[in-house]
């Protein structure tokens, strides 16, 4: 139980760049990117490809990044230039991607299991320190026998993470990144005050879309594998997370919001892992219980307000009732 | 400043809908004049706005600003030069995101948009005096979310997001229009105030003849796509509504039901 759930929130931790990412678009932009589903493998595959051609881990990582940025902008440029549905341009290059992706990888899927990924280097350097032993002596302390094999890429990963959240909410506060929201807030108002809302949409889908390639290189190295049907259906686990996020921890602020978002993904994850521990469920079932959890996280609060309006409603009848009979 | 030379503009040109907004029209306005406009429906008022800032292109036709020939500038580039404020109260700013956010876009308007804090600490002082001038308190709700404020808040604070970088134009279509009288008194007031403060260039559309008569240098009548009467000065200063009414007719040459309700 405790290792599945750390292996839960490790995952989590890096798909939680993946929300990132789609909270830039859908959220930010107000553009319903699913480029995302293509960008996602795409950075595993460049990833998984330059490795086993011999590049350094950390340059293969950062190639994903590059290769999801460009992707993410010729979906931009599609709509913005080319006058395309967002929705449609988003399926277009998702759909074109997959040929990329397939044609990158040479095979459906590529494994790296016998090279050395970012993460087996962090561990060389990690092991020695010996904080796994400290660790792991405490979890094992509160009587919790199967240990983690290594706390290093958590550790690093919730690192990365915050990083890119604060740089996140840095770049949406910067000029640039106040015109960048309030093209999802109000197009004509940001075009009146000289911006330029075609390179911006590409730079910010670009930019999202990088994020996510980004988490697939990573997700490749943590798992030791691209696979080019990875990304099937991240859309809605991207979706997921922030709705989850948001149901639970609010958007008062963008700072806020980031966060919301990355605890909702790692959320996201343990409620799954928790599902697949039920017996009856199978990892088929992986997205059935993705789409019920979406749509309970939406409905939830919905009911939750109307029987609260309801509740006062009634009481306030009451309570006039209550003085109209004392007048009586 | 502003100079457009023989515009003319056709919408869905070829078809039984086909309608002439623009036609061959001429204008020339000098720094700091502030000029009212009037008209009735489809006069094509809107329109020459929106040619003036580049929502629109023209099928022929130049527009000059300080001098610059900028027909072929998008939307984008031109708003550099000019200041616009809509009649919506909605379309001129945005909704979620803060007071300080909004006017530091305003901000930005004439420089290049950097990689650098929108809101500074130096620049909340500068947004803070500015809303001042307002006399709406909005200057203690620096973070409040813009679709907090009421439509005439929200419209005070456009009118002072296209006008505190003192652009070479500034465009006002019908802005207020859909406020009640007292937020639409107001805003004309202070509309009357940052024009004069700053010595912007203006066009105003206004269906307001009182309105038209009061405030600016100059007015000008719009009807069917050309401008049918200009004056500007001394002669403005005695013109009187009726005196309006009696050159609508006079020039158009026919008599409707009710001008005034045609005009207004
Ligand atoms: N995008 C468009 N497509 C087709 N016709 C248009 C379009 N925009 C405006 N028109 C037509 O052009 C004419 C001028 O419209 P415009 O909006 O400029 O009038 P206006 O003087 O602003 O009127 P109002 O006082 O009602 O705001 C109208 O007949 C209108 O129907
Ligand atoms: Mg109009």
Redesign the interface.
């Known amino acids: 139980m405790f290792i599945s759930m750390f292996g839960a929130v490790e995952s989590g931790i890096i798909y939680a760049i993946m929300a990132l990412g789609v909270y830039l678009t859908f959220r930010v932009l107000d553009f319903p990117d699913l480029t995302v589903e293509g960008s996602f493998v795409t950075g595993a595959a460049v990833t998984a490809f330059s490795i086993v051609n011999g590049i350094p881990p950390f340059v293969a990582t950062v190639l994903a990044a590059v290769a999801g940025f460009i992707a993410g902008c010729l979906t931009g440029i599609l709509h913005t230039k080319g006058k395309i549905n967002a929705l449609l341009a988003g399926i277009l290059m998702m759909t074109a991607l997959y040929s990329i992706n397939l044609r990158v990888m040479g095979q459906p899927t590529l494994s790296m299991l016998n090279e050395t990924t970012l993460f087996d280097q962090l561990e060389s350097v990690w092991a020695p320190l010996g904080i796994d032993s400290l660790f792991n002596g405490m979890i094992s302390f509160l009587g919790i026998e199967q240990i983690p094999r290594t706390w290093a890429i958590l550790i690093l990963m919730i690192f990365v993470t915050i990083g890119i959240k604060l740089l996140t909410d840095f770049y949406l506060k910067t000029e640039i990144g106040l015109a960048l929201r309030a093209i999802g807030d109000n197009k004509k108002m940001i075009r009146s005050l000289s911006a330029n809302t075609d390179s911006l949409i590409i730079t910010g889908v670009g930019i999202s879309n990088a994020l996510v390639a980004l988490a697939g290189g990573l997700i490749a190295q943590l798992g030791g594998f691209a696979d080019v049907n990875m990304g099937l259906g991240l859309i809605v686990i991207g979706l997921a997370s922030i709705i989850i996020g948001e149901a639970l921890f609010g958007t008062k602020s963008i700072v806020r919001a980031t966060l919301a978002v990355i605890l909702g993904a790692v959320i996201y994850r343990m409620i799954v892992t928790l599902a697949l521990e039920v017996d009856f469920l199978e990892a088929g079932d992986m997205k059935l219980i993705t789409a019920v959890i979406v749509v309970v996280a939406l409905v939830t609060p919905k009911v939750i307000q109307t029987r609260r309006e309801k509740k006062r409603r009634i009481q306030k009848r009451a309570q006039l009732r209550a003085g109209g009979d004392g007048h009586a | 400043m502003l100079k457009l030379n023989h515009i003319s503009v056709t919408f869905n040109e070829g078809t039984p809908d086909e309608k002439r907004a623009l036609n061959d029209i001429q204008l020339e306005l000098n720094k700091g004049e502030f000029v009212t406009v009037i008209g009735s429906n489809g006069a094509g008022k809107s329109t020459l706005m929106n040619i003036i800032?580049g929502a629109l292109l023209p099928d022929v036709g130049d527009v000059f600003i300080g001098g610059k020939q900028v027909v072929h500038f998008p939307?984008?580039?031109r708003?550099?030069y000019?200041g616009?404020v809509?009649q919506d109260p909605?379309?001129?700013?945005?909704?979620?995101?803060t007071i300080e956010?909004n006017l530091?876009?305003?901000y930005?308007?004439?420089k290049k948009?950097?990689?650098?804090?929108?809101?500074t600490k130096q620049r909340k002082e500068l947004f803070r005096d500015y809303l001042t001038t307002l006399n709406l308190g909005l200057e203690d709700r620096l973070n409040a979310k813009v679709g907090l404020l009421s439509g005439g808040e929200r419209q005070a604070l456009s009118l002072l997001?296209?006008t505190f970088t003192e652009p070479n134009i500034l465009l006002l279509d019908e802005h207020t229009a859909a406020l009640d009288p007292s937020r639409a008194e107001l805003i004309t007031s202070l509309t009357d105030k940052v024009v004069r403060e700053f010595g912007l260039t203006t066009l105003m559309v206004t269906h307001n003849m009182q309105q038209a008569l009061d405030l600016g240098s100059r007015l000008i009548m719009m009807d069917k796509g050309q401008i049918i009467f200009d004056v500007n000065g001394e002669e403005k200063q005695k013109l009187a509504i009726e005196a309006l009414l009696h050159e609508f007719r006079r020039i158009r040459g026919m008599q409707f039901g009710d001008d005034r309700a045609v005009l207004s």
């Open positions: 800032s939307e984008y580039k708003s550099t000019i616009r809509f909605m379309a001129g700013t945005a909704p979620s995101m956010e530091s876009m305003a930005s308007r004439d948009r950097k990689l650098r804090l929108g809101v997001m296209s």
